[in-house]
T-cell receptor, first 113, second 116 residues
Framework: ETGVTQSPTHLIKTRGQQVTLRCSSQ?????VSWYQQALGQGPQFIFQ???????GRGNFPPRFSGLQFPNYSSELNVNALELDDSALYLC????????????FGPGTRLTVL | AQTVTQSQPEMSVQEAETVTLSCTYD???????LFWYKQPPSRQMILVIR??????QNATENRFSVNFQKAAKSFSLKISDSQLGDAAMYFC?????????????FGQGTILTVHP
């Protein structure tokens, strides 16, 4: 069984740029959630995708957007990057047909200069 | 809104000893799930244990067990026979039940150090 994977591992961008982060869900999972984790803090929920539709959103501005593809992989896009967007971005996959427990990928470390 | 509080920023334990990490939460819901996740320096968030609120019995996974006090809204994690590999940041998390919306609300985390 393949776990959740994310790419890239690290990324450095400058303020104002745009970034795309990618996540492949665990085999058999149809739901992907994205979280932002600032250094030394707990993760904060950004949004969740189920069957290619956004299914809930946290307190993040519209410049944070996402996609889910037919194979249930997902992208997180952030436009007009700000310094405060520097964080670890975690993707988690789950399956409503089973326990709905979320399993996390290794994360993407984004640094905005 | 649901909140999760971990009041111990840091804890330490000697190898082979037992340690308990505290977590309290606030919710008006009766159907929910609670989790403990471990995040080692490698960053990957690893599920340690899960508890359904409707279950009276405390969850146990090998050396890890919880003390779930629903009325007190308390959910502590006990690690027995601590090992060096248990050193990590531990997060308590809450998810509302009875809905397809699976947002996790996390606490601030507790850094656990294990001394040899």
């Amino acid at each position: 069984e393949t776990g959740v994977t994310q790419s890239p591992t690290h990324l450095i961008k400058t303020r104002g740029q745009q970034v795309t982060l990618r996540c492949s869900s665990q085999s058999g999972h149809n739901t992907v959630s994205w979280y932002q984790q600032a250094l030394g803090q707990g993760p904060q929920f950004i949004f969740q995708y189920y069957r290619e539709e956004e299914n809930g959103r946290g307190n993040f501005p519209p410049r944070f957007s996402g996609l889910q593809f037919p194979n249930y992989s997902s992208e997180l896009n952030v436009n007009a990057l700000e310094l405060d967007d520097s964080a670890l971005y975690l993707c988690a996959s789950s399956s409503r047909a089973i326990t709905d427990t979320q399993y996390f990928g290794p994360g993407t470390r984004l640094t905005v200069l | 809104a649901q909140t999760v509080t971990q009041s111990q920023p840091e804890m330490s334990v000697q190898e082979a000893e037992t340690v308990t990490l505290s977590c309290t939460y606030d919710t008006s819901e009766s159907d929910y799930y609670l989790f403990w996740y471990k995040q080692p320096p490698s960053r990957q968030m690893i599920l340690v244990i899960r508890q359904e609120a409707y279950k009276q019995q405390n969850a146990t996974e090998n050396r890890f067990s919880v003390n779930f006090q629903k009325a007190a809204k308390s959910f502590s994690l006990k690690i027995s026979d601590s090992q060096l590999g248990d050193a990590a940041m531990y997060f308590c998390a809450y998810r509302r039940g009875g809905t397809s919306y699976g947002k996790l609300t996390f606490g601030q985390g507790t850094i656990l150090t294990v001394h040899p």
